[in-house]
């Protein structure tokens, strides 16, 4: 059996609404759709979330959005990952205005 490969998913701006405005003890909402994104990757990948918050705090998020069966960990550390899922990356696509959510 091969290995499946991992998917680092950050947390703010990805899966959430973060807008920049940091509350140690509060989580934005889910974006839209990222619960479905999610689930489809999880069925070839293997995803773990990174986040530099508490990861408690994440981990009751996940929960709370359904997500927490889908990932395999959650860390502040990036590890070696096939593909990293990050809002502070360079977007690179030939369509400038969609993003991994299709929006």
Known sequence: MQKRKTIMIDLDGVLNMYDGKYDENKLPEVRLGAREFVQKLNKDYD????????????????????????????????????????????????EPSRTWLGE
């Open 47 to 94: 995803l773990v979330l990174f986040t530099t918050r508490n990861n408690l705090v994440a981990m009751k998020w996940l929960i709370k959005n359904k997500m927490d069966m889908y990932f395999k960990d959650v860390t502040s550390i990036k590890i070696p990952a096939y593909i990293y899922l990050d809002d502070r990356t360079k977007r690179k696509s030939n």
